[in-house]
């Protein structure tokens, strides 16, 4: 149970610094840009189409996260525990 939740741990630490660095870039963007109105004009994508993540792509990844960490903290606990020769 402790491997699990360690792994569960790590797995929310990963996505926390994502989503840390995912807005730390759109800010530092968003200060910096300089629009250009004659550029824009011509693109008449949505915004919502051009930006778009699933709530469920978020969950699977973050689970996929969490059982990478478990199988990574595993096989560490596995090979740690024995002696080597």
């Keep these: 149970m402790k491997l699990i939740c360690q792994a569960a741990a790590l797995a929310v630490m990963v996505h ?15 200060m910096l840009f300089q629009p250009n109105i004659e550029a824009l004009w011509a693109n008449d994508q949505a915004l919502q189409q051009g930006v778009s993540v699933s709530p469920i792509g978020y969950t699977v990844s973050l689970l996929a996260t969490a059982w990478l960490f478990w199988c990574l903290l595993a096989l560490y606990r596995k090979f740690t525990s024995k002696p080597i020769w």
């Design 16 to 30: 926390l610094l994502y989503w840390l660095v995912t807005l730390t870039v759109g800010y530092v963007k968003t």
